[in-house]
């Protein structure tokens, strides 16, 4: 399986697992509050009461809200870009390289060349970085960094120069990332980030 179809296969997944969640929210959760509200009532309405307990119970082992926000870490119903700074931040630091500039797209709707049909309301947009790392080892560090991190990161292209004199690597690379413009009914329940201090930084990335 090539790295394209592992990125469908992951988005594909997270797409649908995200559905189950979306669909506890609109009509498990309803129902449930339903429940409460007419528990004690006249003795003919407890067999309905018991059917609607039984498929409450199907989901009660599963921390939904938790479910939501561990997926939306991986593919975000917005395109939270202030994730994405973080865990350029943490690649910089972990491979001792500096971003030297970055460009941003605009969302689009993905498209897969191998794959038939699109996947319903999934964006894409890509970085263009330039990055500076002092050897070959640093670069595969700060790529291997992003591509094993919870977003869902698809780099693309990587370019990169001979050392020059001070023997400073350059290259450039462009990764895409995910996020869905379904499922509006968990918009209220997203991941918080942990932004790290600026550092007396005025800009997040370089």
């Given amino acids: 399986m090539n790295k394209i ?13 995200l559905g189950v969640v979306f669909a506890y929210f609109i009509m498990v959760r309803p129902l449930q509050q339903e429940l409460e509200r007419v528990e004690g009532s006249l ?7 018991k059917k609607l307990q039984e498929r409450i119970n199907e989901n009660e082992d599963m921390d939904i809200t938790a479910e939501s926000i561990a997926l939306q870490r991986q593919l ?3 395109p939270n870009h202030e994730q994405i700074f ?11 390289s500096v971003i030297t500039n970055y460009t941003i797209s605009d969302p689009i709707a993905a498209a ?3 794959q038939e049909e699109d996947v319903e309301g999934l964006q894409s947009f890509t970085y263009d970085i330039s990055v500076e790392a002092q050897t070959y080892e640093d670069m595969l560090t700060f790529i291997e960094y992003l591509e094993g991190n ?21 290259y450039e690379m462009t990764l895409t990332a995910f996020y869905t413009e379904n499922f509006d009914g968990l918009r209220d ?3 918080s980030i942990d932004i790290p201090k600026p550092a007396n930084k005025t800009n997040p990335l370089p």
């Fill in 5 to 17: 179809q592992k990125v469908i296969l992951s988005v594909s997944t997270l797409v649908f697992v």
């Fill in 43 to 49: 003795s003919t309405e407890k067999l309905v009461l």
């Fill in 76 to 78: 975000p119903l917005i």
């Fill in 86 to 96: 973080v865990e350029l931040n943490e690649a910089e630091d972990i491979s001792d």
């Fill in 112 to 114: 897969f060349p191998d």
């Fill in 150 to 170: 919870e977003r869902i990161l698809s780099i693309d292209f990587v370019s990169f120069s001979e050392p020059d004199e001070e023997n400073i690597l350059t």
């Fill in 189 to 191: 329940i997203q991941p």
